[in-house]
């Protein structure tokens, strides 16, 4: 499957952005879904997982309560909507997918367990 992330961009502290993650191909269903970002100069981290069937979310606590990640799975699609921005959310922004044909309700936090990675999109937050 092949990612690509959109949405990134320059906004103040305390605004909002909406990141979307595509995918190619006709399985989007069959994988779990997470956000990972990379802040220059340090480790990739973990931000957001969706499970396949979106009954299970898990977020880093560093943006619990003001991120929300969702999918919609016709549309071959998975969404960050980030709010509240703080300069500390600068990053490259990266979607990933993991083939998680043993149950739907399964999410991953680790970005080991991840198949497929899209290209980032930056996020720029000023002070």
């Known amino acids: 499957v092949q990612l690509q992330a959109s949405g990134g961009g320059l906004v103040q502290a305390g605004g909002s952005l909406r990141l979307s993650c595509t995918a190619s191909?006709?399985?989007?269903?069959?994988?779990?879904m997470g956000w990972f970002r990379q802040a220059p100069g340090k480790e990739r981290e973990f931000v957001a997982a969706?499970?396949?069937?979106?009954?299970?979310?898990e977020y880093a606590d560093s943006v619990k309560s003001r991120f929300a990640i969702s999918r919609d799975n016709a549309k071959n699609t998975v969404s960050l909507q980030m709010t509240s921005l703080k300069p500390e959310d600068t990053a490259v922004y990266y979607c990933a997918a993991k083939r998680s044909g043993v149950s739907a309700n399964y999410w991953y936090t680790l970005g080991r367990q991840y198949d497929y990675w899209g290209q980032g999109t930056l996020v720029t937050v000023s002070s």
């Open positions: 191909g006709r399985t989007f269903s069959s994988y779990a």
């Open positions: 969706i499970s396949r069937n979106s009954n299970n979310i």
